[in-house]
Nanobody, 122 residues
Framework: QVQLVESGGGLVQAGASLRLSCAAS????????MGWFRQCPGKEREFVAA????????YYADSMKGRFVISRDNAKKTVYLQLISLKPEDTAVYYC???????????????WGQGTQVTVSS
């Protein structure tokens, strides 16, 4: 079992950066791939990025490559999402998730956090 708690969201101006954190509880965090998804207002939840258990493999949605960076620290049981040069359209609730393999689909993840709100003003 893994419990996930996101933090680091907030209200920022366009062009700013944020680092989201997702802290996990449970002994087996290092064996899980981790993913970040987001849900923009009025839209379906979408894939943002994923990272393998070893951090060797990282994967991004095409539209977010170069602006978002996923990383993890297994000793701290935490996965991060660095958001760079934020735009108003990045406004969303950001969720982290844990699963056996990194992937872009929600069904690939067994455990989910409650989300953290990111609001980008123009």
């Amino acid at each position: 079992q893994v419990q996930l708690v996101e933090s680091g969201g907030g209200l920022v101006q366009a062009g700013a950066s944020l680092r989201l954190s997702c802290a996990a509880s449970g002994r087996t965090f290092s064996s899980y791939a981790m993913g970040w998804f987001r849900q923009c207002p009025g839209k379906e939840r979408e894939f943002v990025a994923a990272i393998s258990w070893s951090a060797v493999g990282t994967y991004y949605a095409d539209s977010m490559k170069g602006r978002f960076v996923i990383s993890r620290d297994n000793a701290k049981k935490t996965v991060y999402l660095q958001l760079i040069s934020l735009k108003p359209e990045d406004t969303a609730v950001y969720y982290c998730a844990a699963g056996p393999n990194p992937g872009q689909y929600e069904f690939q993840y067994a455990y989910w956090g409650q989300g953290t709100q990111v609001t980008v003003s123009s």
